[in-house]
């Protein structure tokens, strides 16, 4: 991800969390939160999103990083096409 898109990313999602923190405390103000259990219920989202982030990690690659073979013009003929692998010899994963 490039910085302009990392920053704008990054305000988007601050800009969440402020409009969020606003009506939570409009709630808490207005008495129509239970704070308990709403504090129990964040946690739990917490976990949650803690483990998107780590799944996010481990998954954070791009197409560009994986040696795909390529395929030559000239292996294909008709209705038939003969995979002819350029570079390194394809992983059978």
Known sequence: MDKKKK???NAEIQLHE???NIDLLG????GG???EEELCRLKEME???KAVVEL????NWSFYDLDIPQILEDSVTGDHV???VVGEQASSC
């Open 27 to 30: 709630e808490i103000k207005d």
């Open 33 to 35: 939160l239970n704070v």
């Open 18 to 20: 402020v409009v969020v």
């Open 82 to 84: 003969d995979l002819l």
């Open 7 to 9: 920053k704008e990313v």
């Open 56 to 59: 996010a990690a481990i998954l």
């Open 47 to 49: 976990k949650d999103c």
